[in-house]
């Protein structure tokens, strides 16, 4: 095997949540006897006792669904460690005497006989909090539940009482599901751009209104992928079993509102490797929460070994109206090393503006901007990168020990604007005291190579009197289309009144040609 197409494995595999407790990469476990099959997590298909035993977790699920028998409970007062002493089955003679916690297994009670008896290395631990669901499901106050299907929700990939398990249980369903949960859609939006560079948790798109559907298979399927300093998405079959498919898994777009929208179209990005027979992809319009036609969309080839250059197609949606979705079905007879992988990325519906460029981030505890000090005033410094409250923020002053007079500039790295227009800039600011900020502090910009700043007006300063942030409102680089630029902040003092300035969170936003 290749070594690109491991490392391509095991980010994929980090964003799918298909790696174990102990950090092992390895495929997911093979399906278990007597009803082990393997589960993901969610509530139509959730894990196995089994699953859970060998501490299986998934990162895309903060609390999996986990299914099982309940086969008994852990006698606390003897021991804490999982054992023959201290596995019990609480009989008629011999009831349950703890009620904080339970064992499940995969294994059917009907094939447990005297002469084939249940053993506590099938079973998997369940940690019981207090409340609603200890009070339903505890042995001690309902020996009838043993042997009766649960699913519950809750974490995996810890060990209790010395073995993995279900710990800290928040719900409950009888039978092999979990409960349903209530619609999660978000609002429909005006327009929709996702490149996937926030995160490389799942779960954070998830959070927007993304949709990750398991058709057939049981693997999420979908997973982000990183190369870079750039994200994607990826279907793949690659970390399941060879023969256990098909896999059908579906990737679906939150809801977009065309009516609202700058231009009826969708556009996306895609690239494909390691071609396999029966693996595609395919697009499809959703509209009412079905799949209302299939998109004629430019699938890449995938070549036998590594990846296809991306292809970009545009689709003309004109003809449609109010709200729809966007879908990515990925489909593969087979898994392991016998499937295609297929990458997606810039995702665009209704007219989106790209992000372009994002800098001054106030989670980043560093930034890569430069200073041009003219005058500091006999000062050390007038720009700083400066934590407060556990944010950070670009921090000009020329006050220290009272007002000096100074000039200095805050310069980002070099933009690329080639092939871009529709071009704007935002940011987010503070300042309290605003002496003269207003007049001499300025937002620049100039062409790469170039030594005369452009100063261009800000439309929404902050509310003097606090240091509440404010965005700046939009600023247009439209001068600037096809061009390489840095972009700054002029701060300037006199040494009678000096200002203090804090900045955030820029943006440059825009479309390609």
């Given at each position: 095997m290749k070594i690109s197409k491991i490392i391509y494995t095991m980010a994929l595999l980090a964003g799918m949540g298909l790696v174990s407790c102990n950090d092992e990469l390895a495929e997911p476990p093979i399906p278990q006897p007597?009803?082990?099959?393997?589960?993901?997590?969610?509530?139509?298909?959730?894990?196995?006792?089994?699953?859970?035993?060998?501490?299986?977790?998934?990162?895309?699920?903060?609390?999996?669904?986990?299914?099982?028998?309940?086969?008994?409970?852990?006698?606390?007062?003897?021991?804490?460690?999982?054992?023959?002493?201290?596995?019990?089955?609480?009989?008629?003679?011999?009831?349950c005497t703890v009620a904080t916690n339970m064992l499940i297994?995969?294994?059917?009670?009907?094939?447990?006989?005297?002469?084939?008896?249940?053993?506590?290395?099938?079973?998997?631990?369940?940690?019981?909090?207090?409340?609603?669901?200890?009070n339903a499901l505890n042995l001690k106050d309902h020996p009838d539940n043993l042997y009766k299907l649960v699913t519950l929700r809750g974490t995996t990939g810890s060990k209790y009482c010395g073995v993995y398990g279900v710990r800290s249980v928040s719900d409950y369903e009888w039978g092999d599901k979990g409960k349903e949960p209530v619609n999660t859609d978000v609002p429909a939006v005006r327009y929709l751009w996702q490149g996937f560079d926030t995160s490389t948790d799942l779960n954070t798109y998830k959070a927007e209104g993304w949709k990750v559907l398991t058709v057939s298979g049981n693997i999420l399927g979908w997973g982000i992928a990183q190369n870079g300093n750039n994200n994607y998405i990826v279907a793949?079959?690659?970390?399941?079993?060879?023969?256990?498919?098909?896999?059908?898994?579906?990737?679906?777009?939150?809801?977009?509102?065309?009516?609202?929208?700058?231009?009826?179209?969708?556009?996306?990005?895609?690239?494909?490797?390691?071609?396999?027979?029966?693996?595609?992809l395919e697009v499809w319009l959703m509209q009412d929460g079905e799949a209302a036609r299939k998109l004629d969309a430019?699938?890449?080839?995938?070549?036998?070994?590594?990846?296809?250059?991306?292809?970009?197609?545009?689709?003309?949606?004109?003809?449609?109206?109010?709200?729809?979705?966007?879908?990515?079905?990925?489909?593969?007879?087979?898994?392991?090393?016998?499937?295609?992988?297929?990458?997606?990325?810039?995702v665009n519906i209704g007219g989106a503006p790209e992000v372009i460029y994002t800098g001054l981030d106030g989670a980043a505890s560093s930034i890569n901007?430069?200073?041009?000090?003219?005058?500091?005033?006999?000062?050390?410094?007038?720009?700083?990168?400066?934590e407060r409250n556990g944010g950070h923020y670009l921090y000009g002053t020329a006050f220290v020990n009272g007002a000096h007079e100074a000039l200095a500039y805050a310069i980002s790295p070099e933009i690329d604007l080639t092939g871009k227009?529709?071009?704007?800039?935002?940011?987010?600011?503070?300042?309290?005291?605003?002496?003269?900020?207003?007049?001499?502090?300025?937002?620049?910009?100039?062409?790469?190579?170039?030594?005369?700043?452009?100063?261009?007006?800000?439309?929404?300063?902050?509310?003097?009197?606090?240091?509440?942030?404010?965005?700046s409102g939009e600023i247009d680089l439209s001068a600037f289309e096809d061009k390489k630029i840095e972009v700054g902040f002029k701060y300037a003092s006199t040494a009678s009144a000096a200002d203090s300035w804090e900045i955030r969170n820029l943006k440059i936003t825009g479309k390609s040609k």
């Amino acid at each position: 095997m290749k070594i690109s197409k491991i490392i391509y494995t095991m980010a994929l595999l980090a964003g799918m949540g298909l790696v174990s407790c102990n950090d092992e990469l390895a495929e997911p476990p093979i399906p278990q006897p007597d009803g082990g099959t393997i589960g993901l997590g969610t509530w139509e298909v959730p894990m196995t006792a089994a699953q859970a035993l060998t501490g299986f977790v998934n990162d895309s699920i903060a609390e999996p669904w986990v299914t099982g028998y309940i086969a008994g409970y852990i006698n606390t007062n003897v021991s804490n460690v999982l054992s023959d002493a201290t596995f019990g089955v609480p009989t008629a003679d011999e009831p349950c005497t703890v009620a904080t916690n339970m064992l499940i297994t995969s294994r059917n009670p009907e094939t447990i006989t005297d002469e084939n008896p249940l053993t506590w290395e099938e079973c998997a631990s369940v940690q019981l909090p207090s409340g609603p669901v200890r009070n339903a499901l505890n042995l001690k106050d309902h020996p009838d539940n043993l042997y009766k299907l649960v699913t519950l929700r809750g974490t995996t990939g810890s060990k209790y009482c010395g073995v993995y398990g279900v710990r800290s249980v928040s719900d409950y369903e009888w039978g092999d599901k979990g409960k349903e949960p209530v619609n999660t859609d978000v609002p429909a939006v005006r327009y929709l751009w996702q490149g996937f560079d926030t995160s490389t948790d799942l779960n954070t798109y998830k959070a927007e209104g993304w949709k990750v559907l398991t058709v057939s298979g049981n693997i999420l399927g979908w997973g982000i992928a990183q190369n870079g300093n750039n994200n994607y998405i990826v279907a793949s079959a690659y970390n399941a079993t060879a023969n256990g498919g098909p896999y059908e898994d579906w990737l679906v777009s939150p809801a977009v509102d065309l009516d609202q929208s700058i231009e009826k179209t969708v556009s996306f990005s895609l690239r494909a490797g390691y071609k396999a027979d029966d693996s595609t992809l395919e697009v499809w319009l959703m509209q009412d929460g079905e799949a209302a036609r299939k998109l004629d969309a430019d699938i890449p080839e995938a070549p036998a070994e590594g990846y296809s250059d991306w292809v970009t197609t545009k689709i003309d949606l004109s003809e449609l109206s109010g709200d729809i979705k966007v879908a990515w079905r990925y489909y593969s007879a087979r898994g392991a090393s016998n499937c295609t992988a297929y990458c997606l990325d810039n995702v665009n519906i209704g007219g989106a503006p790209e992000v372009i460029y994002t800098g001054l981030d106030g989670a980043a505890s560093s930034i890569n901007w430069t200073y041009d000090n003219i005058n500091l005033g006999g000062l050390t410094s007038v720009w700083s990168w400066t934590e407060r409250n556990g944010g950070h923020y670009l921090y000009g002053t020329a006050f220290v020990n009272g007002a000096h007079e100074a000039l200095a500039y805050a310069i980002s790295p070099e933009i690329d604007l080639t092939g871009k227009t529709n071009l704007t800039l935002e940011f987010e600011h503070a300042a309290n005291y605003q002496r003269n900020i207003r007049q001499l502090c300025k937002f620049v910009v100039r062409e790469s190579g170039t030594t005369e700043w452009t100063e261009l007006d800000i439309p929404t300063w902050p509310t003097a009197g606090n240091w509440n942030f404010v965005k700046s409102g939009e600023i247009d680089l439209s001068a600037f289309e096809d061009k390489k630029i840095e972009v700054g902040f002029k701060y300037a003092s006199t040494a009678s009144a000096a200002d203090s300035w804090e900045i955030r969170n820029l943006k440059i936003t825009g479309k390609s040609k």
